[in-house]
C-alpha cells in the first residue's frame, strides 16, 4: 500500500509479459490519480518472478494495481488481456458458484490470483475495459514498457523486484494569453475551470449543452495538442460526460469537436431527450437559440458546477 492520500478516480492501465510461457515474467501497472484526472499525480509500479506465465503476470498487474491506494476509490481499470478481463467480469461467477472449479468440473488455472483479484476489487468500485494491446495507446504501451522492466530486472536478480515510482506528470500548456473566441463568449456563459478546459452553458434553454474549450493559444484542432493535453481532455470529456448525465439523464449524449465555424478547438456535449425540437437530428443548425432567463442561467450553472467541480 502506499502512504499516498488518494482522491476518489483513479485510471489505471496493466500488463504484463514472459519470455517463454512458462518462463521468467514481469508486470507493470501506471495510475493517475486525480480528483477531475487533470492534475493528476501518477504512480508506476512493476516487478516480476523467475517462474510464472504471461497470465499469472496479467492477473499479478491487475492485483498490485488495486492494492496500492489506500482509500476506496472509483477506478477505471484497462488491460490488453481479455483473459483478465473476461475473467473477473464473466467467468468468475461461475467459478465461484461450483468451488473455483471450471464447467467441466476441472480446477481452475491460477485460482490462487483470481482470489487475490476478486478480494482486492472489493476495496473499490471498479469499472473493467479491454483495450488493444501494441496499438499506439500511450498508456497501454507505457504498462507494456513496465512490464518488460519488470521482467529484466528479475532476470538481472535485482534484490527488491517490485518498485514503485513517483513520476511527475508534464505541466498542462495553459496559455495565460489564453483568449476566448467572441463568437463562443457571446452564445454561452462560464460555469467554472477545470485542469485543461474551461467550462461553458450554451445559453439555449432547450437543450442542456456544454462547452469544454482547451485554455492553449492558437489551437483548432485535438491533434494539436501535446500528449498529455490530450489525455487530460480525453478524462475532462468523460468527466463532463459524466455530469450531464447523473443532472439530465439524457436519452443520448452527443459530443462532438467541429469548428467549421468557431475555429478554436472546443467540443460540445450535448443532452438530448426525445422531446427536444431537433430530436433525432443535430441540434446545430435546426432554429435560433432560445436564451434562458437570468435566474434560469444563474441557477442551472450553480447546479452544474456544484456537480462538476468537485
Not at 443532452?271 to 443548425?285: E, I, N, S, T, Y
Request: net charge negative; hydrophobic share 35%; aromatic share 6%.
Amino acid at each position: 500500500m502506499s502512504d499516498q492520500q488518494l482522491s476518489r478516480d483513479v485510471v489505471i492501465y496493466t500488463d504484463g509479459a514472459c519470455s517463454g510461457n512458462p518462463g521468467p515474467g514481469g508486470w507493470g501497472a501506471t495510475m493517475m490519480f486525480g480528483p477531475n484526472n487533470g492534475n493528476m499525480q501518477r504512480r508506476e509500479i512493476r516487478g516480476g518472478e523467475r517462474d510464472t506465465t504471461n497470465n499469472r503476470m496479467e492477473l499479478m498487474a491487475a492485483i498490485k494495481a488495486l492494492q496500492y491506494p489506500e482509500q476506496r476509490s472509483t477506478i477505471d481499470l484497462h488491460t490488453d488481456s481479455t483473459y483478465v478481463r473476461k475473467g473477473i467480469t464473466e467467468w468468475i461467477h461461475g467459478w465461484k458458484r461450483r468451488g473455483w472449479k471450471t464447467a467441466a468440473k476441472k480446477p481452475v488455472k491460477n485460482a490462487d490470483l483470481w482470489q487475490e483479484l476478486d478480494e482486492a476489487r472489493t476495496h473499490h468500485d471498479v469499472t473493467w475495459h479491454w483495450v488493444k494491446g501494441h496499438a499506439g495507446h500511450p498508456e497501454n504501451e507505457r504498462a507494456d514498457e513496465l512490464a518488460g522492466m519488470g521482467l529484466k530486472e528479475t532476470l538481472a536478480g535485482e534484490p527488491s523486484p517490485e518498485i514503485i515510482e513517483s513520476v511527475e506528470p508534464p505541466a498542462l500548456s495553459i496559455s495565460p494569453a489564453f483568449d476566448l473566441d467572441p463568437r463562443l463568449a457571446a452564445d454561452s456563459v462560464e460555469v467554472g475551470t477545470l485542469a485543461l478546459s474551461t467550462v461553458r452553458l450554451m445559453n439555449d434553454h432547450r437543450y442542456p449543452w456544454l462547452i469544454l474549450i482547451p485554455q492553449a493559444q492558437n489551437m483548432s484542432e485535438i491533434t494539436d495538442l501535446c500528449e498529455a493535453d490530450a489525455l487530460v481532455l480525453m478524462r475532462e470529456i468523460r468527466q463532463v460526460s459524466m455530469a450531464m448525465e447523473e443532472l439530465f439523464r439524457p436519452q443520448k449524449l452527443n459530443v462532438g469537436a467541429l469548428g467549421n465555424i468557431v475555429e478554436q478547438l472546443h467540443v460540445h456535449i450535448i443532452a438530448r431527450h426525445d422531446d427536444d425540437p431537433a430530436w433525432p437530428g443535430p441540434v446545430w443548425g435546426h432554429s435560433p437559440a432560445e436564451a434562458y432567463d437570468d435566474k434560469q442561467l444563474g441557477n442551472l450553472c450553480a447546479i452544474i458546477k456544484k456537480v462538476l467541480i468537485k
